[in-house]
């Protein structure tokens, strides 16, 4: 079976997920919802992605030369799921207005409120629940990254008393040149637990986890300090091969690689010729990784532009029944150029 | 007594600590001994304040047409002690050049081991510690804000089981224009703990502590993430009557009062007046102040170029014996201009 | 005669104007109107500053715990001119539905359309053309500094044949913790020539000016490259001799004095220990000084938060005929304590 | 005939000419040479580069595990020329120790002093100045940018009068931590000229051309403002048609295609998959192209990181007499993927 997917939406995230899309031979972009007529249209199409738009918008895209395929009823009648990648809050109205009268399936992302949808979704973590689900929510990136490292250690049985995270945010996208702050760090927000805590428990509740969050003046990555307090003394051994072996998580070692910064990370992956430069996997700083008799600290980075791209794909694959949990992970990371040596997907 | 002080270097550090000597009526500032002449030298003389420079160095100043009074011999022979704030490391070789050999007193900054002194220093916690002392260690800001923190609670009694403290550092001073990052979060250093836990431990040894630090592109403060483990339950309302009532540890509010980031702290600082827009408080966000059980979570802001100020004026007290502990803290609150309402001041 | 004065809007302008008043003897700060209980009224009320506010806003500050002293009625019927320093456009809106029906004076700042007042103002320029006007517009900080250099030369006789600036602008104030770009330059705007040119024009019709406009990541002051050709050759020997007797113009040296960058120039007004750290004059480096046969470069840093504070007491002056340009001028400088050195104000 | 190629260097220009070089069927990438272990050489290796290093250096590869092919001497005895690409200054020492007394040729950047080579060089603007020599530097990012866009008139025959530039630079590259400024912008220098003006003569030595130049927090592109000032009248329409026919200069519509600031532009390049976001052609601006009379004003984006890259790959044509200018201009442009749409090639 093929899945026929549109997107709602193509922005810093959506245009992402058309990509990976494309990439996949069990699915089929069958075209994009986009408001504004601009230079990400006009690059979509020179990659023969499809735009539709609202009907009162056409004449928009007419004036500024920028070819719509249909409205976004024609794209409608044509899919089997509508990946929404809208900003915060209009998925909600969209699947009040459009999803549901119509019978569509639909996946979220992590800026809507979690009852939007039947499950909240991290493909490491919790693909099972989702299987077959109408509405799935792929969580935010900062939720992402924490549930695959906690999940990481629940699949091999671990058994955590407690994780305290603490976000360095980025401010914004490197596109969003509107947002701030300039030279401040912001509280984001300054009472305690942040929504990230709380969030990661949509996907795994039994995790005893707070959060703390500021927003600070770049647009790379955010960076994670995690504590992990196990149930019980390990090794720093057996978390490092946890570690290397789960997929989406790779480590980079500062002292013998250089990687200094979250810069050197994203500069890794430009030069490796990754699309857009992106990092799909949690970013671990190797040197940081320190146990002290039944607690762990680490840091990681998270690229917030991309990091949630394979789960929205695995989501996919969870709705309609295509593929099993590690075969659906090995499939999206090998079709995204992730990197997959080790026995990372031994797991199966 | 009138203790007469002499200042070594006048950068960020050196000139908040010239200001504030001349506000104290038991202290006399003979001078300061500059290297480059610029316009903060020219600023400190249109205040009264005496230049001094090394002898190969005099031309430069005269060329410049900033007038010095002397050579840093003619400083030596009439002060009774040396405030160093000479950049990281250069303080221990002035003491192995010219302290030493010549029998004087000095006081360090954070920046220097904590080997180059008989005792390493914070007003609050461990005053006791440096009476008499003949060399005397300032610790940097960071733990300066940290040993405070720690030491409300220790000097009510309270036992701590363990902190762990997640710093997110200013990249520069504001008139450093050639430090970095820009973009980018720096790991500083990846490796756990940073510097600053084992740091924490030359003011307070039993302390089990653990840090992390990363530095963003900011000049304005460092932001502290810190989560105190107590030995058994506290209440969130003891916690704040500690915090109320400690000197150097003020509460602003994000939600009443609209402090919603670091920047909002320092223009409180300039609106209030204060010079150079200062804060030498560890400002904590009251309403990130919360309490599960036996654990507190909080965040504070650090103000790097002047938190560490009034302790070096109490260490010279301390050095020289001229006051207690808290006569000294009072005195030097009250002539800087510090916030002391409230019943901070009752410890005595 | 005593002006009294109430200001509408307490934000970066509205506050530094009122600390600016109370510090002038011709003048009363009767109150300031506030939306919003925060920080910034609080300390205002510490300075004895009293608050009036919309009738439907009194309950917010008195939930707040923060003093109002009375309405905005209270406080209109008390005043001879109110300052509005409310944000872009909102001027207007008051000018329509308050000041014009309750027959008061009024002055505007630069974010208002010139059609706002009777004239646009800046004193060095145009301080006669408002004398006696019931509205005058105070124009923005970017057209202040350049009105003010260009007048320099124009009040000695200079004839300029063409004008033309490139604005390197801030993205947003320090207490702006929302606005950005991050790591970003914009087009402010994209098209030539910005709106910077034209509104020269308002408070000097007769000059040639074609400006150009990007914002930066930064908070601490706008900067200016300027490009001067006058009607035939100037030697730089008179330029300087004419910047260096302008009032309200400081030279700044970058080779002699280690001024390198725009927060050399805040740090030096901190040091002073000027208010907030403001600089209200236009801050030239004197080493961009350049001729070339009729044409001078230039570049000025331009302290958006402060530079047209003493332009908006000289307002109030020329409004009530209080005194004449060079007497309100340097009443204005003696008392908010700027550089009044050299023979700046022998042009009277 | 294939030119074999070593590159000594291999950081942000140097890594990008060892992937363009890859890309050409005339020339043959033998090795680069690289001082350090760390990620960049990792990998270099991955896409099948040789890496060579210094003797003494040997060592610190093996001990990383990452793979030397030999030594330095290895490769220049492999080599017909070496693309010089260190930091400032090394070039020249490189040539006094390395080059010259092995009779070696060598490309050399913009960071030598013009006297380094037998010709400095822009594709554009002098390529057969650089035909058969053996020694040639490549222009930096600055005034490459420059010389390409005054090239575009003067070989359409127009006559220039004057050029002003001034320049927004960006503090540092991406992968560059330590570098400021932050929240500040450096006066780079103060003084006017800036050394950017004297460095286009090197290319065009009858240009008259006056520029000034700040450097501000961000890493994205650098950003000119340029005024050139015809012996004539021009309208927009002829300026428009030499500027879309010109290689390597692009235009970008802030109006229509929502290109709102640098950033945008590198969004573009990064949506288009481009090799790490590069951008190597000029990105003008189209919205901001005014004319006034025989004035031009525009701005225009220049991305430090690669637009030197083309330039290298001509170069080593030229030096090598494997193609004619527009031949070689042409080629590179191909394989590099730019954009070769519309008339830019026709005049051959």
Redesign the interface.
Known sequence: MTVKIGIMGYGTIG?RIADAVMRMDDMELIGVIKQ?????G???I??GIKLYTYEDRVNKFEK??IRVTGTINDLIKNVDVIIDATPDGVGAENKAKIYEPLGLRAIFQGGEEAEVADTSFNALANYDMAIGKRFIRVVSCNTTALSRLIGAFLIHGYKIRKV?A?L?RR??D??????????????N?????SHHGPDVQTVIPTIDI?T?A?A??????H?H?V?IEFDGQVSKGEIMKILEETPRILL?N???????????I???A????R???DVMENAL?E??I?V?QNEL???Q?VHQESIVVPENIDAVRAMFKLSSKWDSIRKTDLRLNLITTGKNYNLA
């Open positions: 245009k504004t007529p601009d230079y990400e006009e690059v979509a020179s990659k500024a030369g305290r603490y360095v401010g914004a490197p596109r969003e040149f509107k947002k701030g702050p300039i030279n401040d760090v912001v509280f927000p300054a009472t305690v637990p707070i703390m500021v600070v003046p770049t647009t790379m990555m960076l300090m504590n980079f500062s002292a013998s690689r250089k990687i200094e910064s979250l810069a050197q994203i500069e890794w430009r030069d490796l010729g699309l857009r430069g700083i040197d940081s320190t002290f600290f680490l840091m980075g």
